[in-house]
Every structure is written in C-alpha cells, then in structure tokens.
C-alpha cells in the first residue's frame, strides 16, 4: 500500500507540473531550446471497452466531455463492424479519448482489477476540473463505476511552491482508473 502511494504522489506529481502553464514569479525565461516544439503531440488515448453506451454514460454523460466522433467500422476483411466514439474534452485536436468497442465485446469477460489501488502496467486517465463537487458524484453513480477514493486533499512538492489538490480515484465500467481532480493552490489560470 505504501508503494502505491508513492506511485500515485510520483503520477500526480508529473500531471501536476504539466498543469500550470504560467511562470512561477522571478523564473527565468526559457531557453529557445526550451521553447521549441515537440515534434509529438499526444493527440488521443483510446480504450477498448465493452459496452459503449455504458462508457459514454461515465464520459459523456456524468463527465461532460463532448463526442466529436461517432461511427461504426468495418474490418479490413469486411467480416466485422466495430463503433468508435470520439469525444474531446476542451481542445479540438489533442487531449482526446476514443472510445472503441470491437465487434463480439459486449461477450468479453469483465476485467480482472484489484479490489482496491492499482498496480504496475496499469494507466491513469487525469482529468482536471473545476467542478469536482458535482462530476465526482455524478461519475460516482454510473452502473459498474467503482469508487477507489472520494475526492480528499493532497499536497504535492513543487519548485518553490507545495500544491495543494483535491483528488479522487474511480474505475470506469472496464476498470480503466480515472482521477478526477481539482487543483486548489495556486488555482489554475481557468479556475
């Protein structure tokens, strides 16, 4: 248990310092090196998942995120149809989660998941808001979410500054973890 705290803290923390775009005050300016573009932009995190409708009432429904994309695929070979939803968050581009069901998935087995935590391999999806008192609950009541932790405070070490966040951890129908959270201080620029 002691070494899941220290990976979820690490897992947070890394989120955390991806978070706050603006300087911190007497920071130096960035190098031109610094503030070159990656030639990589992680546009979309697709889970494969056995019952859309059940996925969307979490993502679309209780999480309010937006389907960009909705339409049924066919095999290479013709011989089966798959559905894959879109759905975007705030930007257009990146950022994104695809929701995937194959076809015969509804038949699949449900995951096997730890009871409680997680383990090495598996992948947290973080998503920030600033209305975690009404998405927590509201994810929280999806058939076949569990709830690993309500959302509580957490302090995290930053350069010069300790952040203080609000953090909550479910599992989606499938068992793919998602922190919902709402960083307390510094507030975030859209706070």
């Known amino acids: 248990m002691k070494t899941l705290s220290i990976i979820a803290a690490g897992l947070a923390a890394l989120s955390l310092a991806a978070c706050n775009d603006a300087p911190r005050a007497g920071a130096a300016e960035p190098s031109a090196a610094a503030t070159e ?66 076809a015969n998935a509804a038949d699949a087995p449900p995951p096997a998941v730890p009871e409680t935590g997680f383990e090495t391999g598996d992948i947290v999806l973080l998503f920030n808001t600033s209305e975690l008192d009404t998405v927590f609950p509201a994810a929280a009541e999806v058939p076949g979410v569990r709830v690993m932790s309500e959302p509580t405070m957490r302090e995290y070490p930053g350069d010069g500054v300790t952040y203080q966040v609000m953090v909550s951890m479910l599992r989606d129908p499938d068992g793919h973890i998602v922190e919902l959270n709402r960083r307390v201080y510094p507030p975030l620029d859209w706070d």
Do not use: C, E, F, H
């Not at 019952?51 to 009432?57: E, I, N, Q």
């Not at 011989?79 to 929701?99: E, T």
């Open 37 to 102: 573009r990656n030639p990589l932009d992680l546009r979309r995190t697709t889970l494969l998942v056995r019952d859309l409708d059940a996925s969307l009432a979490l993502y679309r429904d209780a999480m309010g995120m937006t389907v960009t994309y909705d339409q049924m695929i066919t095999s290479r070979d013709g011989s089966s149809q798959s559905r894959l939803v879109l759905l975007k968050a705030n930007d257009d581009r990146i950022g994104m989660l695809g929701l995937w069901q194959l």
